[in-house]
Nanobody, 120 residues
Framework: QVQLVESGGGLVQPGGSLRLSCAAS????????MSWYRQAPGKERELVAD????????NYADSVKGRFTISRDNAKNMVTLQMNSLSPEDTAVYYC?????????????WGQGTQVTVSS
């Protein structure tokens, strides 16, 4: 059974930091690119960051560049998102996604999400 379980969300003050983790099981983690998405109330889900299956290449949304860092540990089947200098605009539910392949042949799995609230 495929599972992606996010953790680490919570309430943080502006300027603070959080570290999100996503534990994967039920599939060959090292073959999948991993991503973090977020969805704020009333907005569409958006890509925050992604990382290739090897971990060599990463990509970030412009809004988080320089503040967020995605990383993965293929030995532990884990992907993390270190979030620094958080602002209220970062408030959202954050989702972990695993993807292999592209287009119509792509396989994708999603986690259930973890809430991040940035507020004073």
């Amino acid at each position: 059974q495929v599972q992606l379980v996010e953790s680490g969300g919570g309430l943080v003050q502006p300027g603070g930091s959080l570290r999100l983790s996503c534990a994967a099981s039920g599939f060959t983690f090292g073959l999948y690119a991993m991503s973090w998405y977020r969805q704020a109330p009333g907005k569409e889900r958006e890509l925050v960051a992604d990382i290739t299956s090897s971990g060599i290449m990463t990509n970030y949304a412009d809004s988080v560049k320089g503040r967020f860092t995605i990383s993965r540990d293929n030995a532990k089947n884990m992907v993390t998102l270190q979030m620094n200098s958080l602002s209220p605009e970062d408030t959202a539910v954050y989702y972990c996604k695993a993807r292999r392949g592209y287009g119509t042949s792509a396989i994708a799995y999603w986690g259930q999400g973890t809430q991040v609230t940035v507020s004073s």
